[in-house]
């Protein structure tokens, strides 16, 4: 199940481990992708902090951590074909997994059917 931000992060949680992308609305919004400014490998991330930076042929924007933690893995395909978040942005377009440090602060995030209501 996925979980999402207000800022059109998209989170899901396998145990303690989490992968984390930007939503189909955020990508749709920044057009072509052309550049992903992954997190290092055991970075730590704070909820609400950059994470990462998604650039655009129009415009960058701030991918920030859903939920804290350690980065465990980032998504190398990414490095060659940063246009996978636009052609698959909640699935092959994963941007990077962390182990999460405190998984209640996937409590305050919305489902997939809040965040729709939340677009409208």
């Known amino acids: 199940m996925k979980f999402y ?9 396998d145990g303690e481990i989490a992968t984390i992308g930007i939503s189909e609305h955020a990508q749709d919004a920044l057009g072509d992708i ?6 290092a490998i055991g970075a730590q991330v704070s909820t609400g902090a950059e994470a990462a930076v998604v650039e655009s042929v129009k415009a960058a924007g701030e991918v920030n951590a859903p939920a804290s ?3 465990l893995e980032i998504n190398e ?7 996978l978040i636009n052609s698959s942005a909640e699935d092959e377009g994963w941007i990077f997994k ?3 440090s405190n998984p209640a602060e996937i409590d ?13």
């Open 77 to 83: 395909a990414l490095v060659d074909q940063p246009s």
């Open 34 to 39: 052309v550049f992903v400014d992954l997190p």
């Open 69 to 71: 933690g350690e980065v």
């Open 5 to 13: 931000t207000q800022d059109h992060e998209w989170i899901s949680v």
């Open 98 to 100: 962390i182990k999460l």
């Open 108 to 120: 305050s995030l919305m489902d997939s059917a809040t965040y729709q209501a939340f677009l409208e």
